[in-house]
């Protein structure tokens, strides 16, 4: 059965699939699948990154003209997972099945992400780039072979953030703390990484308490975390759930110092607390190499995106997916999963000439493909290169929180954060 969506969903579907043609573009259309929450507790996440690849694809068929990406207008069919894996096995099934997609861009969360890997793209052997998904254990399924080739995702693993967060721990003086933290694969992944890191250097964990996404009440949740009268409090999570969460943990009083994952610098997060309570806040998040691209995207993205701004959770990870893809389907030349898997390594190559999003970025891009010549796209994030894995590495940027407003502290480069692993036990 179809599934029904929301109202924000529906509204949200409907402007983005399918993209509206210029009056060049050619009559024929490349459906690519997505599958990302548009709803549930990782909705705006889902919702940003919708837009970004409506915008990605707009670009890329502009600048093609009348030619097209292999001949054809690029466009997306957009489903929502309400942040369910079984959902989104449910959505990707019928994509790959009945509209037989090569290709999907999704999920957002790695809940979603490893069910549709392991139940749908990979089976079936079809495309799937995840912008949002951190999980370590995508990575040990590539390994197993579970992945079988088919998984890429533009953001870095949480066995790397896990590191980055509690160094950053650390250096903001947070010796001691307690932990809430959902209680999925991101979640239990990302506690893994940070205790590992965060003992290691010498910090103490008070207590740690699980929970489950969408409760309609975390008074229990709360209530033990603050038992051992913690000084701080790292929350893992979503924005949905963390307002929640934290307005309870400040109304049964809690300290107002926390750590936060990637994800929480959510305008609607620290509205939804109030920014008066958040001036202690810190957080990581996976850091980006200012580049032409990055520019391009911050003066286009919040034009068109509905009232997302280019730091929105997701956003400019999913702008680089839907790019990425987009070129891979015009160096593959033609719309089969097997030769734009091969593509996105080719559109990626570290020996190719350099090219950046926009319009004259794009538009080279897509000559040099004609020449049947090497291209780099270097994106919104920096440069992008997927291991045999299909993950990527790259800087992880350090944030505060002061007066309402996510304020860049610093990067923390990967060679920071593999000093601090080499001395991690083994």
Same mark, same amino acid.
């Not at 719309?335 to 970025?361: L, N, Y």
């Given at each position: 059965?179809?599934?029904?969506?929301?109202?924000?969903?529906?509204?949200?579907?409907?402007?983005?699939?399918?993209?509206?043609?210029?009056?060049?573009?050619?009559?024929?259309?490349?459906?690519?699948?997505?599958?990302?929450?548009?709803?549930?507790?990782?909705?705006?996440?889902?919702?940003?990154?919708?837009?970004?690849?409506?915008?990605?694809?707009?670009?890329?068929?502009? +600048?093609?003209?009348?030619?097209?990406?292999?001949?054809?207008?690029?466009?997306?069919?957009?489903?929502?997972?309400?942040?369910?894996?079984?959902?989104?096995?449910?959505?990707?099934?019928?994509?790959?099945?009945?509209?037989?997609?090569?290709?999907?861009?999704?999920?957002?969360?790695?809940?979603?992400?490893?069910?549709?890997?392991?139940?749908?793209?990979?089976?079936?052997?079809?495309?799937?780039?995840?912008?949002?998904?951190?999980?370590?254990?995508?990575?040990?399924?590539?390994?197993?072979?579970?992945?079988?080739?088919?998984?890429?995702?533009?953001?870095?693993?949480?066995?790397?953030?896990?590191?980055?967060?509690?160094?950053?721990?650390?250096?903001?003086?947070?010796?001691?703390?307690?932990?809430?933290?959902?209680?999925?694969?991101?979640?239990?992944?990302?506690?893994?990484?940070?205790?590992?890191?965060?003992?290691?250097?010498?910090?103490?964990?008070?207590?740690?308490?699980?929970?489950?996404?969408?409760?309609?009440?975390?008074?229990?949740?709360?209530?033990?975390?603050?038992?051992?009268?913690?000084?701080?409090?790292?929350?893992?999570?979503?924005?949905?759930?963390?307002?929640?969460?934290?307005?309870?943990?400040?109304?049964?009083?809690?300290?107002?110092?926390?750590?936060?994952?990637?994800?929480?610098?959510?305008?609607?997060?620290?509205?939804?607390?109030?920014?008066?309570?958040?001036?202690?806040?810190?957080?990581?998040?996976?850091?980006?190499?200012?580049?032409?691209?990055?520019?391009?995207?911050?003066?286009?993205?919040?034009?068109?995106?509905?009232?997302?701004?280019?730091?929105?959770?997701?956003?400019?990870?999913?702008?680089?997916?839907?790019?990425?893809?987009?070129?891979?389907?015009?160096?593959?030349?033609?719309?089969?999963?097997?030769?734009?898997?091969?593509?996105?390594?080719?559109?990626?190559?570290?020996?190719?000439?350099?090219?950046?999003?926009?319009?004259?970025?794009?538009?080279? +891009?897509?000559?040099?493909?004609?020449?049947?010549?090497?291209?780099?796209?270097?994106?919104?994030?920096?440069?992008?290169?997927?291991?045999?894995?299909?993950?990527?590495?790259?800087?992880?940027?350090?944030?505060?929180?002061?007066?309402?407003?996510?304020?860049?502290?610093?990067?923390?480069?990967?060679?920071?954060?593999?000093?601090?692993?080499?001395?991690?036990?083994?």
């Amino acid at each position: 059965m179809r599934l029904v969506l929301t109202s924000t969903a529906l509204a949200l579907a409907a402007s983005l699939a399918p993209l509206s043609a210029s009056a060049q573009a050619p009559s024929c259309t490349h459906n690519v699948g997505m599958v990302v929450s548009l709803t549930g507790a990782a909705g705006r996440f889902g919702q940003a990154a919708s837009k970004s690849v409506e915008l990605a694809f707009g670009e890329l068929n502009k +600048a093609a003209g009348a030619q097209g990406i292999a001949g054809c207008r690029l466009a997306f069919e957009v489903r929502d997972a309400q942040s369910q894996g079984a959902v989104a096995v449910d959505q990707a099934r019928q994509l790959v099945d009945l509209k037989k997609v090569p290709a999907i861009i999704g999920g957002i969360i790695s809940s979603v992400s490893i069910p549709v890997v392991t139940s749908v793209t990979a089976p079936a052997g079809v495309v799937q780039i995840s912008p949002a998904s951190t999980s370590p254990t995508l990575t040990r399924l590539a390994n197993e072979g579970t992945t079988k080739g088919w998984f890429f995702r533009t953001i870095t693993s949480d066995a790397l953030q896990g590191t980055a967060a509690a160094k950053y721990a650390m250096d903001q003086g947070m010796r001691t703390l307690t932990i809430i933290h959902v209680n999925n694969d991101f979640g239990v992944n990302m506690l893994a990484e940070f205790r590992k890191a965060y003992e290691a250097l010498g910090g103490k964990i008070l207590s740690v308490t699980p929970y489950n996404a969408q409760q309609p009440s975390y008074a229990a949740e709360v209530t033990n975390a603050l038992k051992s009268d913690p000084p701080a409090l790292y929350f893992i999570g979503y924005p949905g759930d963390g307002t929640t969460i934290v307005r309870t943990w400040i109304q049964q009083g809690g300290p107002q110092r926390f750590l936060l994952n990637d994800g929480m610098n959510a305008a609607d997060f620290i509205k939804g607390v109030g920014p008066q309570f958040l001036n202690n806040a810190f957080g990581t998040s996976s850091g980006t190499t200012r580049t032409p691209s990055t520019e391009f995207f911050a003066s286009a993205y919040p034009a068109m995106s509905g009232g997302f701004d280019a730091g929105a959770p997701a956003a400019d990870r999913a702008f680089d997916a839907g790019a990425i893809l987009g070129l891979a389907i015009a160096q593959a030349g033609k719309f089969d999963a097997a030769s734009i898997r091969d593509a996105i390594r080719k559109v990626t190559d570290p020996g190719g000439e350099v090219v950046h999003a926009g319009p004259q970025g794009f538009a080279r +891009a897509l000559q040099l493909i004609r020449e049947k010549k090497p291209v780099r796209y270097v994106g919104v994030i920096g440069p992008v290169q997927f291991d045999r894995n299909g993950d990527i590495v790259g800087p992880f940027r350090t944030w505060k929180i002061t007066n309402g407003e996510v304020t860049t502290v610093g990067q923390m480069s990967m060679e920071d954060v593999q000093a601090v692993q080499a001395r991690l036990p083994r």
